[in-house]
């Protein structure tokens, strides 16, 4: 089992719906990170969290440190949404993170 | 300017050839990072190092090996290229904040396909 886990591993979603995504994870963290990466295969740091909540925009994070579990929302969901959504952990070793295996999201118009 | 860039782009090369991917990094960080994403789309921490020293050196084989000239650059070798090799390599760059999380900034990845 991975450290960290992710789910759904594919979502297909119309656009403008709501969109959730979940990862937990079963090690101690000082931070959990959301990363999206573009079909082109770029990589951006969407939120780096380790309590509450956190909005960007349509995207909104959130954590619960005593579950061990945080989700990613997409509101008002758009085609330019489509990427990997990744959900990292990173501990206290200068920034070392743990990746979960990527939620693939596609939005159709 | 970019943040994080690497070179090549993309590399293919015959199993047995020894090749370099060079990252460097205009952010002023003082940690830098290799990563691997196999054809899955998993990705997995290979180095690490904070101001030019070794921090993260992940279960890999002896093949690979980082050279930090500066702390502005990290590249990567790797000798006698094998099919599992085979994977797209991504640089990152963080200003390390200790444990309290350090953002990451990545570059946009080499594929490399060994032939």
């Known amino acids: 089992k991975n450290e960290v886990e992710q789910s759904p591993q594919n979502l297909t979603a119309q656009e403008g719906e709501f969109i959730t995504i979940n990862c937990s994870y079963s090690?101690?963290?000082?931070?959990l990170h959301w990363l999206q990466q573009h079909p082109g295969g770029g990589i951006v740091s969407l939120f780096m969290l380790s309590s509450g909540k956190k909005k960007h925009g349509r995207l909104i994070a959130t954590i619960n440190i005593q579950e061990k579990h945080s989700s990613l929302h997409i509101t008002a969901s758009h085609p330019r949404d489509s990427a990997v959504y990744i959900c990292a952990v990173g501990g206290t070793s200068y920034g070392k993170l743990t990746f979960g295996q990527g939620t693939i999201l596609t939005v159709h118009p | 300017d970019t943040a994080v860039s690497q070179t090549p782009k993309y590399l293919v090369t015959q199993m047995g050839n020894d090749k370099s991917i060079k990252c460097e990094q205009n952010l002023g960080h003082d940690t830098m990072y290799w990563y691997k994403q196999d054809s899955k789309k998993f990705l997995k921490i290979m180095f690490s190092?904070?101001?030019?020293?070794?921090?993260i050196n992940e279960t890999v084989p002896n093949r690979f090996s980082p050279k930090s000239p500066d702390k502005a650059h990290l590249n990567l070798h790797i000798n006698s290229l094998e099919l599992g090799d085979s994977a797209v390599y991504f640089c990152a760059s963080s200003q390390d904040r200790g444990h309290y999380g350090v953002e990451q900034y990545f570059g946009p990845g080499t594929r490399l396909t060994v032939t």
């Open positions: 190092y904070n101001n030019k020293e070794l921090i």
């Open positions: 090690v101690g963290i000082s931070a």
